[in-house]
C-alpha cells in the first residue's frame, strides 16, 4: 500500500506572493490550486461509473499524467492537507479496469 500526504495546501490559496523564493500565484479557483486539482481528480478515483467523453475532458485539462491517477484507491481532504491511497495490486485487478454493471445508463441508452 502507498500512502501520500500533501500538506501546507494552505499556499493554493494565496494570490501574488512568494514564499521561500518561489512565486506563488493561485488563488481559490486557479487552475494552479493543488486542492482543485484534486477535486477534479476525484472523479478518476469513480472512472467506472464515467462516459469515454468525461474521461477525454478530464485528461485535457488534468495537470497530472492520467496513467497515474488511475492507480489512486482514494483521495481525503483533511485541514491543510490532502490525503492519497494508491491501489494495490490486487484492488487494481479487481477494480481498476472493470464495466460498470449499468454503463449503458450513462449513455442512456
Known sequence: MGGYIIEDIETS???KSILYNYKIDAGYDSKDNIVKIFRDISDIVNREFLTDENIEEIKSYNKIDFDNL???SF???GQNCIIIKKMTKDEYSKYGKRKYRFHDK???I
Open 13 to 15: 490559496y494565496w494570490k
Open 75 to 77: 483521495i481525503m481532504f
Open 70 to 72: 488511475k492507480y489512486i
Open 106 to 108: 450513462l449513455y442512456g
